[in-house]
């Protein structure tokens, strides 16, 4: 760059604010663990320290898509990425900035939902009170996807979950009680499911509204009925549950909404035919899944990290999505260790 100062890089052993923050895209999710893990390589040969494990580093770069090639190229090379355990360190530390150590993550199964109205936008004074709105029959559809406190109303969305066992809910109990302190933070004058702390909640499954879209608002805003109205939903699940039959079971309430559910653009013909049709297109999910914090490997972890970083919140599941690939290709149980902060606006602008 013109004018450009080459700014050294600081010495070996200096130290920097904890309060200071990078400004990236993807800076925490997820380059600060690769950055922090090779630093720490880094540091053991400068110490001229010894590992006591073999450690292999896995660097993947499609997972905020789902990870589409991993299970293949781990099938095809199981020599190659054998291991006792697979350590993730993509996530943020528990909420008080203490090391967490997290041993599962819930599942996700997403769907986008289209409910079409007019076949094109008509004029709200001329045809007001005789039109459809596909906007209002939306939200009416989702919001009887749950109840005021935040309880799912999808037939069947609760059944089959695995219940934790008395280490895990131990854990969980023993957890610092962060609820007060976030909500002031992120500005919230209620919760869901009250009076459920986070720490609990995010071991049930939930249904989320990711974003909704009609029309046009603000200095684009017309008197207009709108055409279409789309929402996309994503429900993250747990352990015993399934990501194609949680799908299914949103389906069938649409359904039961009164619905005429398609998989592709409705024709003339089916829409004259229905009075709610609704075109709805399911994701690739994925599943839940949990380590027992009992296993001799995952006491070693615990051990190992509160050496280093001192007592641990143990985290059962992550609220998260993470992949289960090593667990389900090569046998191998997966922890997880994260690294960046809790105030690192993952998935959201800097």
Request: proline share 6%.
């Amino acid at each position: 760059e013109n004018d450009g100062q080459v700014i050294p890089l600081p010495a070996s052993g200096t130290t920097f604010n904890p309060e200071w923050r990078l400004y990236a895209r993807g800076a925490a999710d997820d380059k600060a663990p690769i950055i922090a893990m090779l630093t720490a390589v880094d540091a053991i040969r400068e110490m001229g320290l010894k590992t006591r494990s073999n450690i292999k580093f896995v660097f993947e770069g499609e997972e905020e898509a789902g990870s589409p090639n991993l299970g293949k190229i781990l099938a095809a090379n199981k020599e190659l990425f054998a291991g006792d355990v697979w350590l993730g360190c993509d996530g943020p530390l528990y909420q008080t900035r203490r090391q967490s150590i997290v041993f599962g993550a819930r599942g996700i199964s997403t769907v986008a939902i289209t409910v079409y109205g007019p076949r094109g936008e008509l004029h709200s004074g001329h045809y007001g009170n005789w039109a459809p709105n596909p906007a209002m029959m939306l939200v009416q559809l989702l919001a009887s996807m749950k109840d005021a406190h935040g309880r799912v109303l999808v037939d069947g969305f609760y059944n089959g979950i695995e219940p934790l066992s008395q280490i895990e809910k131990e854990a969980i109990a023993e957890a610092p009680d962060v609820d007060s302190e976030l909500m002031r933070e992120f500005w919230l004058g209620s919760t869901e499911n009250a009076p459920g702390k986070l720490a609990e909640l995010i071991m049930l499954p939930s249904l989320n509204i990711r974003g909704l879209a009609s029309s046009r608002i603000g200095s684009q805003a017309s008197n207009v009925i709108p055409a279409t109205a789309s929402a996309t939903i994503d429900m993250r699940i747990v352990k015993g549950m399934d990501a194609r039959q949680t799908a299914d079971r949103l389906i069938e309430h649409i359904r039961k909404q009164g619905f005429f559910v398609v998989d592709q653009e409705p024709t003339a013909d089916v829409r004259r035919s229905h009075p709610k049709v609704a075109l709805v297109i399911r994701r690739e999910g994925e599943n839940p899944h949990r380590v027992s914090m009992d296993l001799p490997i995952s006491r070693e972890v615990i051990r190992t990290v509160e050496s280093a970083r001192g007592p641990a919140v143990k985290i059962p599941s992550s609220g998260a999505t993470g992949s289960d690939m090593a667990e389900r290709v090569l046998g191998i149980p997966e922890i997880g260790i994260p690294i960046g902060n809790h105030d690192n606006n993952q998935h959201s602008y800097n």
